[in-house]
């Protein structure tokens, strides 16, 4: 085994890859040279699969890849974060924004421990990415050596491929295979490279077996097509529904041309989960916009009303904002078979690319004569707005978070990248960005958790420098990584970053209320000075406390030209309801008040002095009305609010 740590300078041919962009493939084109260390390999064969860019954080683990990477530094960047987890959430979020493979690094133990969450998020969101971690000396693993902690086994359940390097000639052929494997099966592949076989020989440890210049870059995306009859099946389904209800998810971003023709035939209108915002824009006149807990009235009821559920490119997970099976006919398009059924029970589902496979579809659908359905979620639609609108302009003090949504959504420019976090702020950035057609909206979907907002909007201006890119966040969230201005701050990247500063985990507060009936417990944060923090870190902090301002204050920050913080104070107590109440939630939330809520005064005075009827009427709908039930609330309430 002596070999293993000769360093043999040896130079093998091999075929260099040409990665398309437009196509995301990956072609094998001239024939080239590589020479080096096994890290070198590795390198060099990862940025042959499109690998412009990494972020992560060296350690003694990673050490020989990072001298590979300083080595190749001019085809692959790298790019130092403050924390692991941020590097991973940036690296999904490369891959949400670029449609191409994500890459974050991390050394051995800890760092590889820090990167599991935002590897999560790329798992539970479907996006490409490949971690690469450090691992002890490969004679040393499993002998409690320092930071001997099996990577591969605990990176076992986030990733679709998942392999240790046992010599310096498996380099290459792991990186081809952990590339091809992340691109064509969605998700995170992981190699985790023993520190001392980084810096060996690219061919060092040969079995007979591994015959060099074997393996390639090549790879093409699946494009699976549903057959003539399929085809037909989907169509005879569509043409002979009354009231057709489109949910288009994160897999129709592509297909917003395709999706409106198909609205437009068959007089359907589009409901949104988050991760679809941008399939169409907002104003499209064939949406319904967002759907569940942050969505919209008419999107409820265009999900209780069909009679037909035609699902593109989503698995949205709430089934209770679904129609009711048995109530509607089902017809799916996803790219992944696996997927078919899953929510909802379909009559047909196929499987391919949305925008390919409606493209396919629309010769086959006949334009509805009748548009009632899609007129009255227009009508909805208009109802809806005028209401956000009036919302997004109260001038009450505290802020309400409304205003500041509202305020920055007139001020976006068209092309730009909007990231957002997990939190009441979800909602209000759901409900008041208006999407258009050129501008991009990510979060984290499926996983939901806190403090990828800003870590993504670092990666969205890393891959685009020119274009504007923000995040809004809350106070917790934004805590979470907030070392992540040292990166902003590193590189200078002009992103703004939009807190809502409500000094609580408003999320679980309103759910510990409004779900439960119980009084808040646990939530509250004390307040931090996150202009004055930015200020210190060498960005830009802005203040806005009054609703009045606020327009003008966000105009001067993102005319700011370097990174810059807003921190915009605003009424905890106001709180995110759903488009249709549940005669329960006000019940719970009287509950909550009575049990000794500690701030039931104002939140009572927020919501509750002669309002319990607007409670449910929200977005002009007040189906769920219910006299006794009024009654029984102001009882609960009584003596709280007068
Ligand atoms: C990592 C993680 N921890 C906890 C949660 C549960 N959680 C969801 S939203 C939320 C509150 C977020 O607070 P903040 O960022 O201040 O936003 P706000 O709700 O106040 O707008 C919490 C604790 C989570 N989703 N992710
Ligand atoms: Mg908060």
């Known amino acids: 085994m002596r070999h293993l740590f000769v360093s043999q300078r040896m130079t093998v041919r091999r075929v260099k890859g040409h990665y398309d962009m437009a196509e995301q493939t990956v072609t094998a084109q001239e024939p080239t040279t590589v020479e080096g260390t096994a890290a070198d390999a590795f390198i060099e064969t990862i940025h042959n699969w499109g690998i412009d860019t990494i972020f992560g954080l060296p350690g003694d683990g990673i050490n020989g890849l990072m001298e590979a990477l300083r080595v190749h530094q001019e085809k692959v960047r790298f790019v130092q974060v403050r924390h692991e987890e941020a590097a991973a959430f940036m690296a999904c979020a490369y891959a949400k924004y670029t449609g191409r493979l994500g890459c974050c690094i991390a050394t051995s133990g800890p760092g590889a421990i820090h990167l599991l969450n935002g590897l999560y998020d790329a798992k539970m969101d479907g996006q490409p990415v490949l971690a690469i971690t450090g691992m002890t000396y490969h004679d040393l693993i499993g002998t409690f050596y320092q930071q001997d902690v099996n990577t591969e086994a605990l990176f076992s359940d986030v990733t679709v491929y998942n392999e240790r390097v046992m010599s310096g000639s498996q380099a290459e052929e792991l990186a081809n295979m952990a590339c091809r494997a992340a691109l064509s099966r969605h998700g995170v592949a992981h190699i985790t490279f023993p520190s001392d076989l980084q810096e060996v020989a690219h061919d060092a440890g040969q079995s007979k077996a591994n015959i060099a210049s074997h393996t390639s870059t090549n790879y093409r995306p699946e494009h699976a097509l549903p057959t003539q009859n399929e085809l037909e099946r989907m169509a005879e389904i569509l043409n002979s529904g009354k009231k057709v209800a489109i949910l288009a998810g994160r897999g129709a971003l592509d297909a917003t041309d395709e999706l409106e023709q198909v609205a437009d035939l068959l007089a359907a209108p589009i409901a949104k ?38 699902m593109i490119g989503s698995s949205y997970p709430y089934m209770e904002f679904l129609p009711k099976p048995g109530a509607a006919r089902g017809v799916q398009i996803d790219r ?23 493209q396919a579809l629309i010769p ?24 956000l609108d009036e919302r997004g302009q109260r001038r009450d003090t505290p802020m309400k978070p409304q205003v500041v949504a509202w305020e920055l959504n007139r001020l976006l420019a068209d092309d730009a990248i909007i990231s957002t976090d997990s939190g009441t702020i979800t909602t209000w950035a759901a409900r008041y960005l208006r999407i258009k057609r050129g501008q991009m909206f990510s979060c984290s979907g499926n996983l939901a958790t806190m403090a990828p907002g800003f870590p993504y909007a670092n990666a969205a201006q890393v891959a685009f420098p020119n274009r504007q890119c923000i995040a809004l966040v809350g106070d917790g969230g934004f805590t979470m990584l907030m070392g992540e201005l040292a990166t902003a701050v590193k590189y200078n990247l002009p992103v703004k970053i939009i807190i809502f500063k409500n000094n609580v985990l408003g999320q679980i507060k309103w759910e510990q209320m409004v779900f439960l009936g119980n009084p808040e417990y646990g939530v509250e944060l004390q307040t931090l000075d996150f202009a004055g923090i930015a200020d210190a870190a060498g960005a830009k902090g802005f203040t806005i406390t009054d609703p009045t301002k606020c327009r003008a204050t966000l105009e001067e920050a993102l005319r700011h030209p370097g990174p810059a913080i807003i921190q915009a104070v605003v009424d905890p107590n106001e709180p995110p309801m759903p488009a249709k109440v549940k005669p329960e939630q006000v019940l719970k939330m009287a509950e909550s008040l009575a049990r000794g809520e500690p701030n039931r005064i104002r939140i009572g005075a927020t919501l509750f002095r002669d309002k319990v009827d607007d409670l449910f009427v929200t ?12 009654d029984k609330v102001k009882d609960k309430i009584r003596g709280i609010v007068e």
């Open 336 to 358: 992944d078979p696996e997927r078919i059924g899953l929510r909802y029970p379909v009559e047909i589902g196929v499987t391919g690319d949305s925008k390919t496979v409606l």
């Open 273 to 310: 989960p988050l991760l679809g915002k941008a399939a169409v824009p907002d104003e499209s006149p064939y949406t319904t916009g967002g759907i569940g807990l942050l969505g919209t009235a008419p999107s409820e009821d265009a999900m209780e009303n069909c009679d037909t559920l035609f």
């Open 364 to 387: 086959l659908l006949k334009r509805k004569k009748d548009r009632s359905f899609l007129e009255t979620a227009q009508k909805g639609m208009k109802q809806w707005w005028a209401l």
């Open 619 to 630: 977005g002009g709908h007040n189906d769920n009305a219910d006299e006794g039930l009024i």
